[in-house]
């Protein structure tokens, strides 16, 4: 059984009809990336699996049960975290301030917060400073922190590499292997050379519909699909 199951699900924003049927599998552990061109519908897909907008018709499984129409906070009380592209943080907050109030108890683990500090080291260098003093890379890391600052199932991030330099995208992935050896990751993302590097499945959506499924190793090595699909002239993305 699937992790996560997404099964025509369309989502209608005001006068916009902004996803048509989209359906697709997300196996236990691992990466899954979400690939498509830009307005495909690849954030409106994870906010409806969030419960941010309602999927009318469709369905969304979290370990065999719908979750379809619970509230964003329900969805989060069962284990699964979201990453927006906006990242979430309080820029008013020090960093401390907010990875307490990513906890359900507001008290987090010692020992977890250890290996957040291995994965993220400028988190503890500015642990005490205000959010928003960070650079871009580092409010990056603070918004993936935040998401497994308690045990999860399923994180959903959107876009994480955007804007990044080389040398934090290569931190982020490293991060993100270790992170998805315990947790699986649905992972929305237009840095193609990134995805490809971390991904284990893929889909791909076009003009709000998933044209295509299947494994990020077939994937990678046909240039013509990729070419297809996503306007990608080879095995690297766009910048």
Not at 53 to 68: M, N, R
Not at 80 to 88: C, D, L, Q, S
Not at 102 to 107: E, L, P, V, W
Not at 211 to 229: C, I, K, P, S, Y
């Amino acid at each position: 059984m699937s992790l996560l199951s997404v099964k025509g699900m369309s989502v209608d924003i005001g006068q916009y009809s902004v996803l048509h049927g989209v359906s697709f599998e997300v196996p236990e552990g691992g990466v899954f990336v979400l690939l498509g061109r830009n307005g495909a519908g690849k954030t409106t897909t994870l906010r409806a699996i969030m419960g941010l907008w309602d999927p009318t018709p469709g369905s969304v499984h979290f370990e065999g049960s719908e979750i379809s129409g619970l509230h964003a906070s329900e969805i989060a009380r069962k284990g699964i975290a979201y990453v927006p592209e906006n990242m979430g943080i309080f820029g008013g907050l020090t960093v401390a301030e907010n990875m307490v109030l990513a906890t359900a108890s507001g008290k987090y683990d010692g020992k977890r917060l250890e290996w957040i500090y291995e994965l993220f080291p400028a988190l503890k260098t500015f642990w005490s400073k205000p959010a928003g003093a960070l650079s871009g890379g580092q409010k990056q890391m603070l918004a993936v922190a935040r998401a497994i600052v308690e045990p999860r199932r399923l994180i959903l991030i959107d876009e994480p590499t955007k804007g990044l330099a080389p040398s934090i995208i290569a931190n982020m992935a490293q991060a993100f292997r270790e992170i998805s050896e315990d947790t699986t990751i649905l992972l929305v993302e237009q840095n193609f050379a990134f995805a490809k590097a971390l991904g284990r499945d893929m889909g791909v959506i076009e003009d709000g519909r998933v044209v295509h499924t299947g494994t990020m190793t077939e994937f990678a090595a046909d240039a013509e699909l990729q070419n297809r699909l996503l306007s990608l002239s080879g095995a690297e993305a766009p910048a």
